[in-house]
């Protein structure tokens, strides 16, 4: 058999990527400002000394075919956002303007809560007992020394029973007892005969009275009138 021959490995050419590929690793107002701080002056630094420092320290930056156009926009924008400056100008020097840090917001202090102080209670004296005035007892009212004035029912009765052993009396002898014995009660009114004919009239309806022989008969005093006058 014939020798094999040899297989001579070529090495695989590996493409290098080109690193001008124009894209800045600052934005353009970060490279403006750059260069703006390094060419200090107090009246401002050119356009055209702006884009010089750019291009010789940033050179992938300032080969780009748009950089007089993003420079430009750069500008106007960092001008309307008050970062930049252009005192003469759009075509004059141009400036960084230096803003003053915001200060640090100041840590709020906690103010502690003094401990509130414990309430007093106030101690409620005691109520001193208070003093019930004695009434002082009021005079007992003498007791009437006369009694009650009877009632003509009453005064018929007690003379009926007075006359007579209380076996009956007539009309005539009641009444004259009765101006004899109740002179001050019945001198006080003027219509003895009606009111005394009326009340005998309601007794023997009542059934205290009785008149066996008829209203122009005797009277006589039944149980019951004797219990209404306590006999």
Same mark, same amino acid.
Do not use: C, W
């Given at each position: ?107 709020? /202090?906690?103010?502690? @809560?003094? !401990?509130? %102080? =414990? &309430? *007093?209670? #106030?101690?409620?004296?005691? $109520? +001193?007992? /208070?003093?019930?005035? @004695?009434? !002082?007892? %009021? =005079? &007992? *009212?003498? #007791?009437?020394?006369?009694? $009650? +004035? ?82």
């Amino acid at each position: 058999m014939a020798p094999k021959k040899a297989t001579k490995t070529t090495s695989k050419k590996v493409a290098k990527s080109s690193s001008a590929s124009g894209a800045p690793s600052k934005s353009y107002k970060e490279l403006i400002t750059e260069a703006a701080q390094a060419l200090k002056s107090r009246k401002g630094v050119s356009r055209p000394a702006l884009k010089k420092y750019i291009k010789d320290n940033h050179p992938s930056v300032g080969a780009s075919a748009s950089f007089d156009h993003y420079f430009n926009a750069a500008i106007k924008k960092g001008v309307d956002a008050g970062d930049f400056e252009q005192p003469k100008g759009p075509s004059g020097a141009l400036k960084v303007v230096k803003k003053a840090a915001s200060p640090a917001p100041a840590a709020k /202090k906690v103010a502690k @809560k003094a !401990a509130a %102080a =414990p &309430k *007093k209670v #106030a101690k409620k004296t005691a $109520a +001193a007992p /208070k003093k019930v005035a @004695k009434k !002082a007892a %009021a =005079p &007992k *009212k003498a #007791a009437a020394s006369s009694s $009650a +004035a009877p009632t003509y029912k009453e005064m018929i009765i007690k003379s009926i029973l007075s006359i007579n052993n209380g076996k009956g009396s007539s009309r005539l002898a009641v009444k004259k007892h009765m101006k004899g014995e109740y002179a001050k009660k019945i001198s006080s009114t003027k219509n003895f005969d009606h009111l005394f004919n009326s009340t005998i009239k309601k007794a023997v309806e009542s059934g205290d009275l009785a008149q066996p022989k008829g209203p122009s008969g005797i009277i006589k005093v039944l149980k019951k009138g004797k219990t209404a006058v306590g006999a």
